[in-house]
């Protein structure tokens, strides 16, 4: 009977265990880079004026290995400087150069980029699907032109394979009073 007693006891603490883990892993946040892969880099804008406060950042392809829902975007370690919008756009095949910066909103001259501007669409809540290349971009609103902006990466949280992700770019924004101080901290 103690044996019995035994047994069932194991039992009944892996069942627990596995249960708990389960329940960890389907609504826990967990760090992948599975929508694109990102080597840290900088980008330095000229100063804003009162009149141009807004930039767009792009330069990334998101290319899912499986359906994948964005599930929001956050800047990390912001300073003056917001997430006003963000928007996700097809790569059309021998694209040309992309978006990579640009300052002003809305944006100018599309198509030179090579994006397939009629399937534009919010990134928050879009579907991605494998086999299709996307190109995220940010729209960003420096909060006050008198002083600089800058933040150091983006994140990206989203609902793959029934599991939450977490994907950080490590693409420093930088706005500075003058154009010379760019990269100095």
Request: glycine letters at 8%.
């Amino acid at each position: 009977m103690p044996a019995r007693r035994l047994v069932v006891s194991a039992i009944a603490v892996v069942t627990v265990a596995a249960v708990a883990v389960t329940t960890w892993w389907f609504t826990a946040v967990h760090p992948g880079m599975h929508l694109a892969e990102s080597a840290g880099v900088t980008v330095c804008f000229a100063p804003v004026t009162v009149s141009g406060t807004e930039l767009v950042v792009g330069g990334l392809d998101f290319s899912p290995p499986s359906r994948a829902t964005i599930l929001a975007v956050r800047l990390v370690e912001p300073q003056n400087i917001e997430l006003a919008d963000t928007r996700v756009v097809p790569v059309l095949p021998d694209a040309g150069p992309g978006l990579g910066s640009a300052t002003g909103w809305p944006i100018g001259d599309r198509d030179q980029y090579g994006l397939d501007w009629a399937a534009d669409r919010e990134l928050v809540g879009a579907h991605l699907k494998p086999g299709v290349t996307e190109m995220p971009y940010l729209h960003l609103h420096v909060v006050d032109p008198t002083q600089s902006a800058s933040f150091d990466a983006w994140q990206v949280e989203y609902k793959m394979r029934a599991t939450r992700w977490s994907s950080t770019f490590p693409k420093r924004i930088e706005v500075p009073l003058e154009q010379s101080a760019c990269g100095d901290d």
